[in-house]
């Protein structure tokens, strides 16, 4: 694990920290030494603090981004308008942690970073008239569904004929949806499966990764394909 924090008493207690749950941890105190461990090192994950001397995080986050790193980046910020938070996913970031943050807090995301996602088991959902002769295609490399294609082992999905660019988080919330194609999941099992646990009822965690997927994913004339179900969650299907 790479951390990178310019406040030296808190990255040498979350450094400790870390440690003590079991990470091997890297800590650096700003954007260029964070680049340059990155190059040298490929670390497992990212904590980056958003306000550094220099380079700051979000800029590190759009270097290794831009260079095709899809390494889980966690963002440390003390920073708590949504606009700024929106700015930190917009760089590529896969979660955030505003500061002050019970350390808890820090490990429950990691973890959620770190695992894989895998299908709901049967009644996570709650199922809506999904057409039986469409049903996802799923094998231990490939999901196919809804006109969707993601390799899971290259991590590549592909909306017909355009390959789609994905942030680690969006992958696996696209993947999930894709896996469970027609059947609708209610919020709290898409928080579970992809974040570790459920935010509340005010986070916008979940519905700001659902506005970038359905930009990334809609086409002109081409049917949505993520469909809200207010007061229970979302459902992947065309129509």
Not at 92 to 114: C, H, I, N, S, T
Request: glycine residues 10%.
């Amino acid at each position: 694990m790479l951390l990178a924090e310019d406040d030296r008493a808190i990255r040498h207690a979350l450094e400790r920290a870390l440690s003590l749950e079991g990470y091997e941890v890297t800590a650096v105190a700003d954007g260029v030494e964070a680049l340059a461990h990155a190059h040298r090192t490929h670390p497992d994950v990212l904590v980056l603090d958003v306000m550094m001397p220099g380079i700051d995080g979000l800029q590190v986050c759009r270097v290794l981004r831009a260079e095709g790193d899809r390494t889980p980046i966690l963002m440390l910020t003390a920073l708590v308008e949504t606009a700024d938070r929106i700015a930190g996913l917009d760089a590529g970031a896969d979660d955030y942690v505003v500061k002050p943050f019970d350390v808890e807090e820090v490990f429950a995301r990691l973890r959620a970073l770190l695992r894989r996602t895998s299908p709901v088991p049967a009644g996570g959902g709650a199922p809506v008239g999904a057409d039986p002769g469409r049903e996802p295609q799923i094998s231990d490399r490939q999901v196919e569904a809804a006109g969707l294609r993601m390799d899971l082992q290259a991590r590549r999905a592909w909306r017909g004929r355009r390959e789609l660019e994905l942030t680690r988080t969006e992958f696996e919330l696209l993947e999930l949806l894709a896996r469970n194609a027609g059947i609708v999941l209610d919020h709290s099992t898409i928080y579970d499966r992809i974040w570790g646990y459920d935010f509340g009822p005010g986070s916008k965690n979940l519905a700001v990764y659902v506005g970038y997927l359905r930009r990334k994913l809609d086409e002109p004339g081409a049917p949505q394909l993520i469909h809200t179900v207010r007061g229970v969650g979302y459902v992947l299907r065309e129509d």
